[in-house]
């Protein structure tokens, strides 16, 4: 025993950046980082976002652009989102070979592959729902009485998979909390002979305020709200099966989302999932920290490493942010 009467002194491994940095037990890294993009049909100049600080609307030209910085980062992946020109009932430019998501995928892929054989380069994904492409703006195609339709809905995510697969992503994400979307989608794209194309599932999405400033992103259309698809943000055990269904449907990777408020979620589902993990912080996520860090009522950069560490922390392998540029260029 010490003349102290203190045996143990946590402090120690404290007491330097040296030494905090050798027991970091949590490090990002740009592998670990998908940045979400958007692109709008008919844009001339990209457009900035009023409630998203930093992001835009991407011209297709510009999203090449973004594309080649997010290479270049050392990225793992990026997540396109399209905003069609046209929005109808059954959302029909989401499947259609020359709508703009689609476009924007040959296009990326085209960059994306401007690598050295043998070099890794960002993962191409592509989000996987209607509500960008309806005029009514939900994730679905809706029944005469103005429900979401989930088996009708299949079919179009399908259409939209196989598309998606055509114009060159290597990631399906089905995003709209349809039932039996996993396996309906994974059937599909194998019909087509895409076996190799893999479907990262929003497994347990909720219907979540934080959405907010995506709304004004993708331009959306909704009234109303999402609360017969999307999940409750009272249950957690709810989203384990959730996931575990999306498993048992040949899920290659498992999302929980938002991340931010759901980190016990994400911890759950990262203790019995055997395939990686992913956590998508959004925009309400990203808004909150740019205000208050406009504000001066937090130091935003700090709060932006913090949010993301502790989203890896909690479980994510990998962490859809719209700060991924950046961070890969602090960590860098
Ligand atoms: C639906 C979708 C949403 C987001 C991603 N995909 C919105 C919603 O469910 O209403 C939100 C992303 C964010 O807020 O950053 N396709």
Known sequence: MSTTGIVYRPRRL??????RRLVAETRLHPA??????FVKEGLTEPAPLASMPGQVQHTEESLV???R???????GGVMLFGIPTVKDANGSQADAADGILQRALRASRKVLDEVPEGTATPVLMADTCLDEFTDHGHCGVLTADGRVDNDATLTRYASMAVAQAKAGADVISPSGM????????????DDADFLDTSILAYSAKYASAYYGPFREAVDSELKGDRKTYQMDFANAREGLREADLDLAEGADIVLVKPAGSYLDVLRAVADRSDVPVAAYQVSGEYAMIEAAGANGWIDRDRAVLESVTSIKRAGADVILTYWALELAEWIK
């Open 32 to 37: 670990d980082l998908v940045l979400p993009l």
């Open 14 to 19: 404290r007491a330097t950046p040296g030494m």
């Open 69 to 75: 910085a997010a290479r270049d980062a050392g990225l």
């Open 65 to 67: 652009e973004a594309v």
């Open 178 to 189: 349809m039932d039996g979307q996993v396996a309906m989608i994974r059937d599909a794209l």
